[in-house]
Every structure is written in C-alpha cells, then in structure tokens.
C-alpha cells in the first residue's frame, strides 16, 4: 500500500498596508539605512496600524485567500492550526478566533507557539494527521504582530521584525509529492537570549514590568546569530544527507528571514547556490511565524511539480529544525 504523504496544495500570504522602511526608523532611533542594510539585509517591513486588530486579523486574510484560491470550502476544513507568538489573546487559542472569522464551522483548532520555527512545527504536526488518514484538509497559518511586543527605542530589535501572515492547505498524496522528512529540535535552556520577560505567569504585567519595559522583546543578537548559523545549517544538512540530496538537486531552500548574513551562510554550509535561496527579507524583515508561507507565497509562481524543497527555521527558545517537501504542483499566481 502507498503510504500517505502530506502535500501542499495552496498557499496564500496577507500582509499590512503601511510600510515601514529604514529611513522612517532613523527617525526613531540612531540607526541608518546602511547599518541595518549591510548587517540584516532589510530595508522595509510591513506594520499593522488600527485599533483593535491583532494577528488573528491578518491571519483571517490569508486563510480567506487560501480557501478561495484553492476552491476550498471552509466547511471542509478539518484543522487549523494557527502558529503565532502575538496571539490575540492569552486565551483563547488565535486559530480558535480565525476558524471563526473564516467560517471553517466544521473544524476544531489550536495554537502552536515555538517561536520563528512555528510554521516548521506546525506544518509536520498537520503532517501527522494526514499522514494517518484521520483528516483531508488541514490549514496552518503563520500570523504574527511583531509591532506589538517590538521596543521601538530598542534599535537592535525594532529593525528587525515586521507584522504578517501566511497560509498553507496540506492533503493527502498518494504520489511521492508532500513532506518527506524533517528534524525539529528545542533547547529551553537558551531563554535568557530571546524572550518576552513579562505578562506570562512567571511575571505577571504590573506596573514595575511595564516601567522596566519587560512586554517587549528581549534579545542578545549575537548570541542568537551564533546559535543560529551554527544550528540551522546542521539540521538543514542532516536532512538532506540521510534523503542523498545534495545542492544540484535541491530546487530551492526556504529558510527563515531574521538576517540576510544568517541566510547566507545556511546555504553556503548546504551547497545550494544563492539563486535557488527564496529572499524576502528585504521587504518584509522577520515576520516570525509569517516568515516561510511568506516567501512561499513569493516564490510559488517559480515553483514546480517535483521540486525538492528544503526548508530551515531558527527562533527564541531556542526552537530549530529543517523538512524537505517535494512540491505537489507547478506554479502559478
Ligand atoms: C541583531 C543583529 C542584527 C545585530 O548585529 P551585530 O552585527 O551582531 O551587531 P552587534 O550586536 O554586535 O552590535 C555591533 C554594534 O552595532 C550597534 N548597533 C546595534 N543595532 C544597531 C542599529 N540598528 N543601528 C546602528 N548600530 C547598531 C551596537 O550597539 C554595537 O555598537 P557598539 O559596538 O558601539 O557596542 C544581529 O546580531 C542579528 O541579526 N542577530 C540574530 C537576530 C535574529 O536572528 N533574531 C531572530 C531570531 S528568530
């Protein structure tokens, strides 16, 4: 019997109107274009303005798109699985409030939080239920609202990050399309490097977490860019060594966006060339969550049936980890 792959058969991306680009922020903070161009290889990121809107908003967006896109009912969803670590709310679960917003009535949904290597996690848990038989139609969506825990008087981190959010529909395949293999990994010892200090159950907000700035973003750059090559690149290319693949057939790595120089060395470490590196960085920085269905969704129009495709992701925790998916179909837009 043919075993039962999960393959991606759409994917759909939604991202805010305003942008925000480096010359904005030398208004805000003592930084210049040319630092952050040649040290991050951003020069714009997309910022959701509004009251009252969070991620779950831009999440509905790209899951709307997706659904029509694909001809997908919403009440043929099984699953949503909504990864995103600006949740609307503590509580309930974010993909809870998109299932909602998009009419998926018939299907149940949960929020999956590691960080910028959410959508990685995400994908192969979605994975899994496919691959049993159990669902049909399973939707990940990768929504985050960086703008909403990013100091922007910090100018090592407000440089960085941008709001977005995209989404896949993973079903079965019975061909040798879908997700093949994958590594995740997690090290909760690497908290005090990048983490949100306040406002979970640890620190609960009070005054003192406010005044001390503990809702935002803590991050020791460094320490996380070392972690990062060293990391991302290993499991990327343990994944490809045990499926015999190599940088000629590799069709396309799809690694996550926090900086051009991490992205660099990644593809270097694996032998894939730079033209067959999916970029987005420069338009939208780290999305966190957003990151691979974004540039995914950039890149789909190049994308053909077949192509093996390697993705690699790195975030706070430390979370990390690589799959390869051989593309299910040729692209278009
Ligand atoms: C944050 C990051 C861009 C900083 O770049 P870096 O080359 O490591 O720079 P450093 O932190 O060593 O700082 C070098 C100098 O630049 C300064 N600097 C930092 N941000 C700056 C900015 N936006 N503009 C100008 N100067 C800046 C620092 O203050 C420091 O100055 P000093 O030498 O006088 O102390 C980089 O470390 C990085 O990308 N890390 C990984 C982040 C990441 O991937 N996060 C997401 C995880 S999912």
């Known amino acids: 019997m043919t075993k039962i792959k999960a393959a991606i058969t759409g994917v759909h991306g939604y991202v805010p109107e305003y942008v925000l680009t480096n010359a904005e922020l030398e208004t805000m903070v003592d930084t210049n274009d040319e630092w952050i161009t040649t040290r991050t290889g951003i020069k714009e990121r997309r910022i959701l303005k509004g009251e009252n809107m969070g991620s779950s908003h831009m999440g509905a967006k790209a899951v709307e798109g997706l659904l029509q896109k694909t001809q997908t009912d919403p009440m043929e969803v099984d699953l949503i699985i909504c990864c995103t670590t600006t949740p609307d709310f503590v509580f309930p679960a974010t993909a809870n409030l998109i299932a909602d917003m998009v009419g998926a009535k018939n299907s149940f ?30 939707v990940v969506v990768g929504a985050d609202k960086m703008s909403s825990i990013v100091d922007y008087q910090d100018r090592s981190t407000c440089i960085i990050f941008g709001d977005g959010a995209g989404a896949i529909l993973l079903e079965p395949c019975e061909e040798a399309y879908g997700l093949q293999d994958f590594v995740l990994k997690s090290d909760g010892s690497g908290v005090e490097y990048l983490v949100q200090k306040a406002g979970g159950s640890r620190r609960p907000p009070s005054i003192e977490t406010v005044t001390n700035r503990e809702h935002f973003i ?12 060293t990391n991302m690149a290993e499991v990327a290319a343990q994944v490809m060594q045990r499926n015999n693949l190599t940088g000629d057939n590799v069709a396309w790595l799809c690694p996550h966006q926090a900086n051009r120089r991490i992205i660099d060395a990644t593809a270097q470490r694996m032998g894939v060339n730079s033209d067959k590196v999916m970029i987005n960085i420069h338009k939208y920085g780290n999305t966190t969550d957003a990151t691979l269905p974004l540039a995914l969704w950039d890149y789909e129009h190049l994308l053909k049936k077949g192509d093996n495709i390697i993705f690699a992701a790195f975030g706070g925790g430390f979370t990390w980890g690589s799959a390869y998916m051989r593309w299910a179909y040729d692209g278009k837009k």
Do not use: N
């Open 218 to 229: 803590h991050q020791e750059g460094s320490a996380v860019f070392k972690f990062a090559v």
């Open 109 to 138: 949904s949960y929020d999956i939080q590691a960080a910028c290597s959410g959508f990685l996690y995400s994908m192969v848990t979605a994975a899994q239920f496919i691959e049993t038989g159990r669902y049909k139609k399973i």
